[in-house]
């Protein structure tokens, strides 16, 4: 169900009855992993689907299935609902046998939620980047890309933001990012090279991001740049990755070096250009200290 007719938490919420323990737990590996504890412990195990149906056992256990209503052993859950269960058979070691199992499927629960919220939000952001598209081509007849960058224009660029604004996507990372000293080269060196230089920056924004990553050039010598649903420090990562190639840059003229500001939208009630504007300060600080750092103006001025 697409992003215009539910909200990403309501699919969540939703959704789950439609995943099974065999798509969420990479079972393979747990049938190992039960192998290898059993070999160690003389334990015998048995995992069973939400009904009660076997997908994973060590020892001897019935081959119909399981009565999880009469005995339901320890609940795989994700998300309060239950996906599956665990039973075992104790060593002599009854209260030690206990918590190994208890544990086990604990660390089930919480991987298989994991992979479930990934999967779901995955899935709701392609869809979403999917239908902003066809909406916006149908408004406009063409997509609105910046003729010097190809990056998305300052108009589409917000057009987007409204739309992560009425999904209720959170969290979303905004990063403000500035050129440096663009002036400097359009001064020394005229509007060919300053250009270039808007162009170096766009590549290496592009190179470093991820499919799902929203970029525009929303002013002269500024880019933002979404990050739906960005894993922890993810931004921060885009931030060291574009700012170490812009240092790395070599050219006999150009010294490309960005300021970068990074905000995140923790919640739906909160709007992106709120958020922005909260980027766009930590821009500034970030900017004020790269400009007092040894050797950047060195660097600036090398041609």
């Given at each position: 169900?697409?992003?215009?007719?539910?909200?990403?938490?309501?699919?969540?919420?939703?959704?789950?009855?439609?995943?099974?323990?065999?798509?969420?737990?990479?079972?393979?590996?747990?049938?190992?992993?039960?192998?290898?504890?059993?070999?160690?412990?003389?334990?015998?195990?048995?995992?069973?689907?939400?009904?009660?149906?076997?997908?994973?056992?060590?020892?001897?256990?019935?081959?119909?299935?399981?009565?999880?209503?009469?005995?339901?052993?320890?609940?795989i859950?994700?998300?309060?609902?239950?996906?599956?269960?665990?039973?075992?058979?104790?060593?002599?070691n009854?209260?030690?046998?206990?918590?190994?199992?208890?544990?086990?499927?604990?660390?089930?629960?919480?991987?298989?939620e994991?992979?479930?919220?990934?999967?779901?939000?995955?899935?709701?952001?392609?869809?979403?980047?999917?239908?902003?598209?066809?909406d916006?081509?149908?408004?406009?007849?063409?997509?609105?890309?910046?003729?010097?960058?190809?990056?998305?224009?300052?108009?589409?660029?917000?057009?987007?933001?409204?739309?992560?604004?009425?999904?209720?996507?959170?969290?979303?990372?905004?990063?403000?990012?500035?050129?440096?000293?663009?002036?400097?080269?359009?001064?020394?060196?005229?509007?060919?090279?300053?250009?270039?230089?808007?162009?170096?920056?766009?590549?290496?924004?592009?190179?470093?991001?991820?499919?799902?990553?929203?970029?525009?050039?929303?002013?002269?010598d500024?880019?933002?740049?979404?990050?739906?649903?960005?894993?922890?420090?993810?931004?921060?990562?885009?931030?060291?990755?574009?700012?170490?190639?812009?240092d790395?840059?070599?050219?006999?003229?150009?010294?490309?070096?960005?300021?970068?500001?990074?905000?995140?939208?923790?919640?739906?009630?909160?709007?992106?250009?709120?958020?922005?504007?909260?980027?766009?300060?930590?821009?500034?600080?970030?900017?004020?200290?790269?400009?007092?750092?040894?050797?950047?103006?060195?660097?600036?001025?090398?041609?």
């Amino acid at each position: 169900m697409s992003y215009g007719s539910i909200s990403l938490e309501k699919r969540i919420k939703d959704n789950i009855n439609s995943h099974t323990l065999g798509q969420l737990l990479d079972i393979q590996n747990v049938q190992k992993e039960l192998e290898c504890i059993s070999a160690l412990t003389g334990m015998e195990f048995l995992l069973t689907r939400r009904h009660g149906e076997a997908i994973a056992k060590v020892g001897e256990w019935p081959e119909d299935i399981t009565d999880v209503m009469e005995d339901a052993g320890f609940k795989i859950r994700v998300l309060n609902h239950t996906v599956g269960h665990f039973y075992y058979k104790a060593n002599d070691n009854a209260e030690g046998s206990q918590a190994l199992a208890e544990s086990l499927a604990e660390s089930w629960s919480l991987g298989a939620e994991k992979t479930y919220l990934y999967k779901e939000t995955d899935q709701y952001v392609s869809e979403l980047q999917v239908q902003v598209k066809e909406d916006l081509n149908q408004k406009s007849g063409r997509v609105k890309a910046d003729a010097l960058t190809g990056t998305l224009t300052h108009t589409y660029f917000h057009e987007r933001m409204k739309v992560l604004d009425r999904s209720q996507v959170a969290p979303v990372a905004a990063v403000c990012v500035n050129i440096n000293d663009w002036k400097y080269a359009n001064d020394h060196f005229g509007m060919n090279e300053s250009d270039r230089l808007i162009r170096v920056i766009a590549d290496i924004l592009n190179k470093h991001a991820k499919p799902e990553y929203i970029i525009g050039r929303v002013d002269g010598d500024v880019f933002n740049v979404m990050i739906p649903m960005p894993d922890d420090g993810e931004a921060e990562e885009y931030k060291a990755a574009i700012q170490t190639a812009c240092d790395s840059f070599q050219d006999e003229k150009l010294a490309p070096s960005v300021a970068v500001g990074i905000a995140m939208k923790s919640n739906v009630e909160e709007t992106m250009e709120q958020i922005f504007s909260d980027a766009e300060y930590e821009m500034f600080e970030n900017k004020m200290w790269i400009k007092q750092q040894p050797g950047y103006r060195e660097r600036l001025e090398k041609a």
